[in-house]
């Protein structure tokens, strides 16, 4: 009998995965090129990285919750519009939990207030 834990890889369903960011949607905290770091979670504190899951598109952008309880997903380059989460079906897929730029690795810690940005998805993603 196959483990339901694993996919069809034989990968653990609930182990972080790497994924390479493609485009400019996240700049300049993730270049176009750079390797994140996603852990599988269903949620995300405000602020988080998060890979998300919208109408069934993908995307990796930073959650957001202000004190209404208004949500939206946000592209770090203004180039880009911000994502109202309100009235639509969506799910957290993992939060990223680090980066990778040329072998310079930067973690995200979101255990701390704040902190959206120190440890622990379209801006597009593709696997390394």
């Not at 009998?1 to 994924?19: I, K, N, Q, R, V």
């Not at 996603?38 to 598109?57: A, L, N």
């Not at 209404?68 to 990223?96: C, F, K, Q």
């Amino acid at each position: 009998m196959a483990d339901p834990s694993l996919d069809s890889t034989g990968c653990a369903l609930h182990e972080p995965y790497a994924l390479r960011v493609l485009g400019d949607e996240m700049e300049p905290e993730f270049p176009d090129g750079c390797i994140i770091i996603i852990e599988p979670t269903d949620r995300g504190p405000s602020p988080s990285y998060v890979f998300v899951e919208v109408e069934g598109v993908r995307w990796f952008r930073q959650y957001q919750r202000d004190d209404s309880g208004r949500e939206r997903l946000v592209a770090l380059n203004p180039r880009y519009p911000e994502i109202d989460l309100t009235g639509l079906e969506w799910s957290v897929l993992g939060v990223i939990i680090q980066r990778n730029i040329r072998r310079r690795i930067k973690h995200y810690d979101y255990s701390k207030p704040s902190s959206g940005a120190s440890r622990a998805a379209p801006g597009n993603l593709a696997a390394p």
